[in-house]
């Protein structure tokens, strides 16, 4: 099955089961058994994605399309063979690799045939978990894959290979429809790695790729929930009244929404029982931990972070018990944009024009605080583009005016919702409670924030609404949550301006409307 890539190895496990790829990761890779019956094991050196050595080859027949710069880096066709081939080279020196084939994308019309080849039974459990997995005769009549991934991340690039930023490379081609992994054991490099290549073919075919979970509602309305690390998206979107759809990736098409995968990847850091119960519950047995720390009676430790602040679990989505499987659904009702505001100036919840969503679809605000990077004494504001920016391909305009096209002709309500701070920066003001979050949330899936009365901001021109059941009315309007009305205008204007910074980069392709359609300085 192996031999038209050059690899030799006779010892070849397609997609074992997850009891074997358990025995081999612990007999081989010296992972553990947690007391929940997960499995745990350490990604090494690298504990995250390494996006600056990301890289994308620059063929002819893709080379327009692509959103070249800080996010795509260019890599000739050479040193993607030369990397290809050490990584095949890698593989040959095993004495056994495990093959996954599964699909990326719940619609059959447009799902993604993926084989996964790689030299360590940890990884194949991972996108055993990842990918969708096929039944018995979808596995027989798998044929030849739409994408390959070649995970060698065990061992290390060349840096004498052209185009190399360190000992670390992850390449793509979409011509050769090829993926290399190299010098990176961290799993989630493979998930977004998938998650890039439907990013740049699923806009090829009318479908709007997105990076946001994804719920349905008894009745069959669907919201969106967009957001980057630490605002919710995953904890928000996981509602016991609502049957969850995905965590973390989905297409829109002219069909409705579907999942793009067969899993979910959760944070662990501070994980409980009480704070999400369906998470904490999902990581039994098939399920894989990543960088944490355990006892000896094998009790994991989720607010020890001494390995790393990203520790991680993987599972199947249907360990989830309101899943929907299939993991597809209508046309969104609701779109939510969340954002983390360290600033404490942003409401907790607005509604916004077609022309403010854009806006904030191509902002993607949210902001770090002190303590979780070296160096952050105060509130950053981070920015990152369709609230994926490491993920596109295309230009985010062409992300934009897509989603702007479903809204309009499926009369979607974009909000903006704000789970970061209230009453004060960070440090001074108190963090959003969840029950009001919630309650926020409730309030837009059941009609009543479509009955109250709403002001207008007049930093940021967005409608804020002036009451919201079981929310206090004071904290709905940030300059009342504030005790200092002069510090709050003068940090209300700080972060309107870093808006107005960020957006200059994408001016030269964002209408009148969407330009004016940003905070007032």
């Not at 994605?49 to 260019?74: L, Q, T, Y």
């Amino acid at each position: 099955m192996l031999a038209k890539y050059g690899i030799t190895v006779s010892d070849v496990l397609r997609n074992a089961p997850t009891g074997q790829l358990y025995e081999l990761a612990v007999a081989r890779e010296g992972s553990s058994i947690t007391s929940t019956g997960a499995i745990t094991t350490l990604s090494g050196e690298k504990t995250g994605r390494s996006p600056a050595d990301k890289h994308i080859v620059e063929n002819s027949e893709s080379a327009d399309d692509i959103w070249w710069g800080p996010v795509n880096h260019k890599l000739d066709k050479k040193s993607f063979q030369v990397n290809r081939q050490r990584t095949i080279d890698y593989f040959n020196t095993r004495d056994y690799l495990y093959v996954v084939d599964g699909f990326a994308g719940w619609d059959p019309r447009y799902r993604l045939k993926v084989r996964v080849i790689c030299s360590m039974a940890y990884h194949a459990l991972f996108m055993h978990n990842m990918l969708i997995r096929p039944t018995g005769e979808e596995l027989a009549a798998f044929g030849e894959p739409d994408f390959t991934i070649f995970n060698a991340g065990a061992f290390p690039a060349n840096l004498y290979t052209s185009g190399m930023t360190s000992h670390t490379s992850i390449d793509l081609n979409f011509e050769e429809r090829q993926f290399v992994i190299l010098g990176s054991m961290y799993a989630g490099e493979m998930k977004k790695g998938v998650f890039t290549v439907m990013n740049y073919l699923m806009p090829k075919r009318g479908v709007l790729s997105m990076h946001c979970s994804a719920n349905e509602g008894r009745d069959g309305n669907v919201s969106l929930f967009f957001g980057l690390s630490g605002t919710g998206k995953t904890t928000l979107s996981a509602d016991p009244r609502r049957a969850l759809i995905g965590d973390d990736e989905h297409c829109w098409s002219d069909h409705g929404v579907f999942n793009i995968e067969g899993g979910c990847y959760a944070k662990c850091v501070d994980l409980s029982a009480e704070k999400e119960p369906q998470i904490f519950n999902a990581i039994r047995f098939g399920a894989v931990l990543e960088n944490v720390v355990f006892d000896d009676q094998r009790r994991v430790d989720f607010h020890n972070v001494s390995v790393t602040e990203n520790t991680r679990t993987s599972y199947p989505v249907e360990f989830i018990d309101n899943a929907k499987i299939p993991c597809v659904g209508g046309h969104p009702n609701n779109v939510i944009f969340l954002t983390c505001d360290a600033f404490g100036v942003l409401p907790p919840v607005s509604r916004l024009s077609p022309a403010q969503a854009m806006y904030h679809f191509m902002s993607g605000y949210t902001a770090k605080v002190a303590g979780t990077e070296v160096g952050i004494t105060a509130p950053q504001a981070t920015f990152s583009a369709c609230f994926g920016a490491p993920f596109l391909v295309w230009h985010p305009s062409k992300y934009a005016g897509m989603l702007a096209e479903r809204l309009e002709a499926h009369q979607a309500k974009a909000w903006l919702v704000n789970t970061g701070w209230t009453g004060g920066t960070h440090g001074v003001g108190a963090r959003m409670k969840l029950e009001y979050t919630r309650a926020i949330i409730d309030a837009i899936h059941d009609g009543s924030l479509n009955e109250v009365e709403y002001q207008e901001d007049p930093t940021f021109g967005l409608e804020v609404p002036t009451t919201c059941p079981k929310v206090p009315a004071r904290v709905l309007v940030p300059s009342k949550a504030w005790s200092d009305d002069a510090s709050y205008q003068k940090t209300a204007r700080h972060l309107a301006q870093l808006f107005v910074e960020n957006f200059k980069k994408y001016e030269d392709l964002a209408s009148e409307e969407t330009k004016a359609a940003g905070p007032r300085v």
